[in-house]
Structures are given as C-alpha cells and as structure tokens.
C-alpha cells in the first residue's frame, strides 16, 4: 500500500489540477489525472465535503465510492462562500496548469474564479468545465444531471425493448462519459498550451512569455450525443428514427442475449459474414450457413426473428459452460454477462491484474478497480485512498505561506 508521502509518477507527474466540485463528472474527470500522477487539491465545503461521502455502501460513515473516486487526491476544505476562501482558491488556480470545475455556469464567477477573470491574470490558463448544458445556450442555467444528459443525448431512447418504457444503464454513464471528454479536452488543450510558449512564469509584464490557455466547455448531453453513432445521417438522410431493441445491436444481425438452460444470460456477436457461418455451423444449422439470403448482414436483417429463434433453441438446450466452449472453439465472439462476483474469479481480469488489494486506515483489506488505461512505460498508480475531509489543509496552506496560527485562525473563523 503507497502513501500520501510516495513520490508520484505517471506521465503527469509535476502536473497541478485544481479540482472544484462536486459528485461525478468533474471529480472522476480529476480521478483520472491524479492516477497517472498528476497532484490534484480537491476542495471541499468544511460542512460535510462531497456529497459523495455518503453515497451508497459505507464504511465508518463514508462511502466505499470514496475511496476510488478520491483516490490519489488531497482534500482542502475552504467555505467559498468566504471572500477569504475565495482568495485562496484562486491562489491555487493560478498555480495550476489545470483548474477543474462542474458548477452550475456563472456560479464561479461570483466567486471571482471564472474562466474570463483567472485568463485575465494568467493567459496559460487552462479550464476544463463541466455541465448539464454547456456554457453557452438557452438551458446553460438549468441544473442538468447525467440522467437527463443521457435522456436528451439519445441513450435513454434507444435503451430497453420497444414495448416497454426507456431503461437506464445501472451506473452514472452520462457523468462518467463526460468526465472522459474532460480528460480528452485538458490532455488536448495542455499539449497546446506547452507547443504556444509553456507553462505561466506568475509574471503579467511586458516580458512574459506563456503558453496559451483555453476552455475546454464538456456538455453532458453533448457528451451522450457523441457516442450515439449515425443517429443523424439515419435519420437526416433517410428518416430512420432508431428505436429500442432490447439485447439486440440494432441493424447488425446476429448480435443479440439469450438464455441458456441453466438460466443465465449470453452475449454472442455472430453478425460478420465469415462469423455468421461458423456460428450457424456450430449451432447445427448448416441449412443457414449456405442460405445465400443470409451471406451478408443486409440480408440477415429482415430475417432477424427467425435467425435469433435458432439461436435460442440451441442455447436452451446447452448450459452457460457449454455454449461457451462450443461457441468460442468455433471462433465466435460470445461472452457471458458477469456479475461484480464473476469479475473477482475471472482469469483473464486476474491475468490483466484488474483489482489492486489495499487497506483502510484501520488496517481493514479492500480490493479496488486497477487504474486504466495501461501505458506500458508510465502507468498509473494508486498512492493512497480518497483522504479524510480536509486531510491536506495544514500541508496545501503551508505551502501558500500559512503559518500553523493562521491556519488555526482560519478554522476558527470557518473558512477551512
């Protein structure tokens, strides 16, 4: 188990983020920079931190979530609501080559933290900002959350059986989605930064010469909508509205779940050409194979009932273990769908090392996801488990030049 005291590294290492917000979007955007070695202060409301805290299975009265989510990072607690707390956040944003942010738009710059005013002081600044609706536009205002950015970006729509109202995804896809476009954006917008001129030198005079800086401006929705594949030129170019297919990928035929006769559930992707024959083979139903209608995916779609029926009646009379075997000697994609129970005992998750085993503070073992993607001479790291609200405020203030009796002075006064 590494500390907060390990040297971090990574490909970002030297890198400082600054991280304000709440819940998922913008901190998982943050999670994923300090795993690859980037220092990154959390700030947090003394009142309780991130709401997160308290989210779903706890420990001691904080969330297992928790530990993967702040993982890595140092937590500083500062009232915003302070014009001391403001000062000293924005001491750190300009200290930062990244400054992370899911407010509600126009809330940072009440705080005089907004992207225009910090560019004003250091042009290499860098703001990746996160939000329901972009900053710009007629909703910009409303709270947008990633149920509803998965609504208004196609997902929901197109997800469940067409029978049967939209479903969602079982974890929090349009946030995390988003976070990932955050990541892409500030990784986009630093090479830039470091190719105009680098980082800022803290000088605003004739001479300075830095990089130039940017907004990166991730939409939930928009976020979504860029993962919804050729949903506008279907329906643009040929008025196809796509709708709900249940287990099945829409239009690629075979590509669908079914159940076997012990019950559970199986993902097969027979829908190649070359794929198709083999499961058709495999499944004794050679008669299908050398079907001349069903040799290209355009020909298998009006027939798809009937192809998905010899699927099923072959997999009712196999169990989970069997299909598999068969299927995959036969070189066709198929797939058991896994639990979290599935995961732990799973070879090839063990093989790709995928959990990393690590302890609380009071010496209580948990496993947590291991850190992707894998970069084969810079990986990523867990340094330490998300911290204690305000873990780091005595360490982050004294490196601004606090003395341990303004700090004292600043909790008293409620600002930390």
């Known amino acids: 188990m590494t500390t907060a ?19 998922i979007a913008g901190p998982f955007c943050a999670r994923m920079l300090a795993e690859f070695g ?28 928790w530990s993967v989510q702040a993982r890595n990072k140092k937590s500083l607690t500062l009232n915003l609501k302070d014009p001391r707390a403001q ?23 009440k705080w005089q933290l907004g992207y225009d005013q910090l ?12 939000s329901g609706y972009g900053q710009t536009g007629p909703m910009k205002d409303l709270p947008g959350f990633g149920a509803i ?13 067409a029978d049967r109202p939209p479903v969602r995804v079982g974890i929090s896809i ?3 989605v988003a976070a990932m476009h955050g990541v892409i954006g500030a990784m986009m917008a630093l090479r830039h930064r470091d190719a105009s001129g680098g980082r800022w030198n803290g000088k605003t005079d004739d001479d300075c010469v830095a990089g130039q800086g940017q907004m990166v401006d991730v939409a939930l929705y928009e976020s979504v909508f860029n993962l919804m594949e050729s949903l506008v030129p279907e329906f643009d170019h040929a008025g196809v509205v796509r709708e709900r297919t249940g287990g099945a990928l829409p239009g690629i035929v075979p590509s669908n779940t ?3 006769g012990d019950g559970d559930n199986i993902v097969i992707a027979g829908n190649g050409d070359a794929i198709f024959k083999r499961l058709m083979v495999a499944i004794d139903r050679s008669d299908m194979a050398t079907d001349p209608q069903l040799a290209r995916n355009d020909g298998r779609v009006p027939r798809t009932a009937e192809i998905d029926g010899a699927i099923q009646s072959w997999c009712t009379t196999q169990t989970i273990d069997t299909a598999l075997a068969t299927l995959q000697a036969a070189d066709v994609p198929v797939g058991k769908i896994y639990s979290v129970r599935d995961m732990l005992s799973d070879p090839q998750f063990l093989a790709r090392q995928m959990f990393e085993q690590h302890a609380f503070a009071d010496g209580t073992p948990v496993k947590l996801p291991a850190i992707s993607p894998k970069l084969s001479a810079t990986p990523g790291q867990t340094r330490w488990l ?31």
């Open 174 to 176: 349009g946030d995390s």
């Open 5 to 23: 005291t390990t040297p971090a590294t990574g490909p970002l290492a030297g890198i400082k983020v600054l991280e304000l917000g709440t819940l």
């Open 258 to 260: 079914y159940t076997t």
């Open 87 to 109: 000062d000293i956040a924005r001491r750190l944003a300009l200290d930062a080559d990244i400054i992370i942010e899911n407010y509600r738009p126009g809330v940072l710059e």
């Open 149 to 161: 950015a998965e609504s208004m970006g196609g997902l929901r729509y197109v997800s469940g059986h």
């Open 38 to 65: 980037a220092d990154v202060i959390k700030i947090e409301a003394p009142d309780g931190g991130d709401p997160l805290r308290q989210w779903r299975v706890l420990k001691d009265g904080t969330s297992l979530w």
């Open 386 to 416: 998300g911290p204690a609200l305000g873990a780091h405020n005595a360490e982050v203030l004294a490196e601004l030049g606090f003395d341990a009796a303004a700090i004292a002075q600043l909790r008293d006064d409620g600002v930390i």
């Open 119 to 130: 560019k004003a002081l250091n042009p290499a600044a860098i703001m990746v900002r996160l």
